[in-house]
């Protein structure tokens, strides 16, 4: 999954578990100024952060994701919507979780290692490893060889 048991740890105690258990999950038939009713949640906080953790970076669908979790698929999108909120807001206060763009001199740096490597890539810091997305491929056989990702 990507996140170890101590950074999880980290994540519940940085607020999630607070505010999980402490808000309302919003729906149209609920007062949103009203308590919570963890009595009644299917997944504790615990689960919640589980849940989106596996929906973010796992593979499987939101069918295995309801049999894993045992959730039906309104409550499966709610939790995770309503989770999912809570984790950004999490984050924003963490901050070893801030992106910070490097310096001007530092991503010079950065552009000419990159381009002592991969001449045809000119003008780029940085690289991001690990999410596949499509995209558009380059007719160009040199620029194609320089950026294919697989």
């Known amino acids: 999954m990507g996140v170890n048991v101590t950074t999880f740890d980290y994540i519940l105690d940085s607020g999630f578990c607070l505010a999980w258990n402490s808000r309302p999950i919003p729906r149209d038939n609920v007062n949103s100024q009203g308590l919570t009713q963890l009595g009644r949640r299917l997944l504790d906080a615990e689960g919640a952060l589980g849940l989106l953790l596996h929906f973010l970076s796992g593979t499987m669908n939101e069918t295995s994701l309801q049999e894993m979790f045992a ?79 697989g």
């Not at 002592?116 to 040199?142: K, M, N, Q, R, Y």
Request: aromatic content about 10%; proline content about 6%.
């Open 71 to 149: 959730l039906v698929p309104s409550v499966l999108s709610r939790y995770i919507e309503f989770a999912l909120g809570i984790l950004s807001i999490v984050l924003r206060g963490v901050q070893e979780a801030r992106i910070q763009w490097p310096s001007h001199k530092k991503m010079q740096f950065y552009s000419e290692k990159i381009s002592a490597c991969h001449p045809s890539i000119v003008g780029a810091f940085g690289f991001l490893d690990g999410l596949s997305l499509p995209v558009s491929t380059s007719s160009d056989p040199e620029i194609k060889q320089a950026t294919y990702n």
